[in-house]
């Protein structure tokens, strides 16, 4: 596997323009090659000030102890990357988020020098296309400490004839542990802490460029906002996978449940599932969150 390093975060801005110019140039089947292209970034710090503006966006409180899902904002640049490079096969305008799952091995502190690796794998078919994921792996002082698989769909023609992946288990608690509502700006000032500036969440005229009616929340926003609800209950050593389902447009109001899952073998107290669905019922996440064993 080719691996290239990088000295600096690339640049986003830059990169979502080089994907709006080769979009018109990607036209690849169902059963495109992904290059084997692995970047890594060593050096990683973090900057605390960036750091609480995402721990409030979020719903983190202030600690030495990083969010679970924050490395996924230092290791994005280097995923954009791939996806722009010449030889990845599909647009980057147009793929969909699907499903992401974090594994987290021990904390990681505020402190911590990182070093990130990024690279995509496992393409395969899916009803309504062809789905892929990017691979991140975290490393403090030659340790493994947290790793991260986010799924992508590149939607394509429908093959019933392809089985659907096993999913995350449903939440059967009815009523919500929290309400929440979520202000029309909410997209924009992800954006702002992330670099994830797609426009279908900054405002309404550029997500409607796209289909959509409202500008939408980012997905990982979604993620780390359902995981602030568990803050303090979360084993230091976990996996927390979720499937993203409908987009929640913005301004909404959404529902938070959380419920324990511990009728299956080898789950440990700490297994939960959890779901944010809009206030009429309609699912927009699922997750379920696991502690690994000792």
């Known amino acids: 596997m080719p691996t290239e390093e990088l000295s600096e975060s690339p640049n986003l801005g830059a990169l979502y323009l080089k994907a709006a110019g080769t979009t018109p140039l990607r036209r690849a089947g169902r059963d495109a090659e992904l290059p084997d292209t692995e970047y890594v970034r060593s050096g990683i710090t973090i900057d605390r000030e960036h750091l609480a503006d995402y721990n409030r966006l979020c719903g983190f409180g202030t600690r030495d102890e990083l969010p679970l899902t924050y490395p996924h904002i230092t290791s994005f640049p280097l995923a954009v990357r791939l996806m722009t490079d010449r030889d990845f096969p599909y647009p980057l305008v147009g793929l969909v988020h699907v499903a992401n799952r974090i594994t987290r091995y021990e904390p990681v502190s505020v402190t911590d020098s990182?070093?990130?690796?990024?690279?995509?794998?496992?393409?395969?078919?899916?009803?309504?296309?062809?789905?892929?994921?990017?691979?991140?792996?975290?490393?403090?002082?030659?340790?493994?400490?947290?790793?991260?698989?986010?799924?992508?769909?590149?939607?394509?023609?429908?093959?019933?004839?392809?089985?659907?992946?096993?999913?995350?288990?449903?939440?059967?608690?009815?009523?919500?542990?929290?309400?929440?509502?979520?202000?029309a700006n909410l997209g924009r000032r992800y954006a702002a802490v992330s670099g994830d500036r797609n426009p279908i969440h900054l405002h309404p005229l550029t997500a409607k460029a796209f289909g959509f009616p409202r500008a939408i929340a980012h997905g990982m926003w979604s993620k780390a906002r359902c995981l602030a609800a568990f803050e303090g209950r979360l084993p230091d050593a976990c996996t927390v996978e979720v499937e993203f389902a409908k987009p929640v447009l913005l301004p909404s109001k959404v529902d938070f449940t959380e419920q324990p899952r511990t009728e299956q073998p080898g789950e440990s107290d700490a297994a939960k599932l959890f779901a944010l669905r809009s206030a009429s019922g309609k699912p927009h996440l699922k997750g379920h969150l696991r502690g690994l064993p000792e």
């Open 114 to 183: 990182m070093t990130q690796r990024v690279r995509l794998a496992n393409p395969r078919r899916h009803p309504k296309g062809q789905r892929f994921d990017v691979i991140t792996e975290t490393s403090v002082d030659d340790r493994l400490v947290w790793s991260e698989t986010s799924t992508y769909l590149r939607r394509g023609a429908s093959d019933d004839s392809v089985p659907r992946p096993e999913g995350v288990p449903e939440v059967t608690a009815e009523a919500p542990t929290a309400v929440w509502r979520l202000p």
